[in-house]
């Protein structure tokens, strides 16, 4: 056994970006302002849900909300009487969220803690599993994919939305919205951390899924309206199952 006064080991580092965890907790007092930085949000949940809804069917279904932040989709989803945890790194986002949910009497699990630790806690547990806008502000998103995959139950359903990485995305997702538009934070994403539709379904099937659905989210300055489509040069979700 190892003197512990002499053991130079280190314990396991946390897939985490402290500078991206940071930028959501100065914003989650106003995680549920519509009228806020987190618009967007609200204004695609509704779309989200549905898409989640459709393919997994909630009512009953026990739900894991990577990266929950202030609790909008794992809120929605519990609405849709599912059984949902939600867990997040940032500890202001939760609270906000804890407080949401209590002053509309919904229950949810908020659970501070990463995605890879609460999997080898609670492999194969969930019939669906959420990650949505999550893994363009971590390190390692191919790690967090994996730990979806080993919280999925067989035959479970996976969903994950993220921004496509190329030079129309960086106009619309960068420039224009959090620039010119203004719908979000400026420095909300950095483009380096953007993620192709083609990597994100390598790294499904590298861990153990299979991608069922990839749909775009597109959205009409004009309008100012949100709609899922074909189209995923810029913002996209991805629909998986875990096989086996």
Avoid at 166 to 181: D, H, Q, R, S, W
Wanted: aromatic share 6%; glycine share 6%.
């Amino acid at each position: 056994m190892a003197d512990p006064h002499t053991d130079t080991r280190q314990a396991p580092q946390r897939n985490v970006d402290l500078h991206e965890i940071a930028k959501f907790e100065q914003l989650a007092d106003r995680w549920w302002d519509p009228s806020s930085e987190f618009r967007p949000l609200h204004d695609i949940n509704p779309l989200r849900l549905n898409y989640i809804d459709e393919r997994a069917g909630l009512p009953g279904k026990r739900v894991i909300d990577i990266g929950c932040g202030g609790g909008l989709l794992s809120e929605g989803m519990a609405r849709r009487s599912a059984n949902v945890t939600g867990i997040d790194l940032g500890e202001a986002p939760l609270a906000v969220a804890r407080l949401h949910a209590a002053k509309d009497n919904i229950e949810v699990e908020y659970l501070n803690i990463a995605a890879e630790e609460i999997a080898a806690e609670r492999a194969g547990q969930y019939d669906v599993v959420t990650c949505l806008e999550m893994l363009e502000h971590v390190p390692d998103p191919a790690a967090v994919v994996r730990a979806c995959a080993e919280l999925a139950r067989p035959g479970g359903q996976l969903f994950f939305s993220t921004i496509n990485r190329n030079p129309k995305a960086f106009l619309f997702a960068i420039v224009g919205a959090e620039y010119v538009l203004r719908l979000l934070p400026r420095g909300t994403h950095e483009y380096a951390k953007l993620i192709r539709p083609s990597e994100l379904a390598q790294w499904c099937r590298d861990a153990g899924l299979e991608v069922r659905d990839t749909c775009g989210l597109t959205y009409n300055p004009l309008t100012q309206v949100y709609r899922l489509n074909r189209d995923v040069s810029v913002n996209y979700m991805m629909h998986a199952v875990k096989v086996s």
